[in-house]
């Protein structure tokens, strides 16, 4: 596979990191640039390991993950989004706030559920004649860049949605996780 293949790849991998870091990032504080960074280097470090796994994995075991991988992706961005909309109508939240931090696990656990796709691209690296450790990298690398600029991206526009940026955001945690599910449904039924 050519380098572009692995960029458009990799590209492709991160959209769901970079929707979930827009969402996050309308929530999260103004300040605390170090937190964000940790954010955009978990979704790039899940990315990049989990190609590796899956290709490490072998096909029998795949086949068990992708069977269900999305309905663990959709089960967890809805989690997250529901607590997200309800935190959002919390009548103790201040409207001056200048937003929450998430804490490590919450971030562990977006970064997992924007990286099981990656797992099943990590097998199909094992069928071609590829260099995973380049190709997992590249991956790692551009989730980084591209979730880097979803949180400040959001951030910037949380200045404009003033109150509704955490129900906002919540929203857009589901409608991924929906979309995700949808897709993966529609494909195991032959419609796409």
Known sequence: MSIVGIIFISLGLAMDAFGVSIGKGLTMP????GHKIL??????????????????????????????????????????????IRESYNDETDDDSEGERLSFWEMIVLAVATSLDAMAVGLTFAFMDIDVW????????????ISLIGIYLGRFMGG?????????????????????????????????
């Open 30 to 33: 103004k300040g605390c640039h």
């Open 39 to 84: 954010l955009a280097a978990l979704f790039g470090l899940f990315q990049f390991m989990m190609p590796v796994i899956g290709w490490a994995v072998g096909k029998q075991f795949i086949h068990i993950i992708a069977e269900f991988d999305h309905w663990i992706i959709f089960i967890l961005l809805a989690y997250l989004g529901i607590s997200m």
């Open 134 to 145: 380049q190709a997992s990298t590249m991956i790692g690398v551009i989730t980084f860049i």
């Open 160 to 192: 404009f949605v003033g109150r509704y940026a955490e129900l906002i955001g919540g929203v857009i945690l589901i409608l991924i996780g929906l979309k995700i599910l949808i897709e993966h449904l529609l494909e195991h039924a032959g419609l796409i």
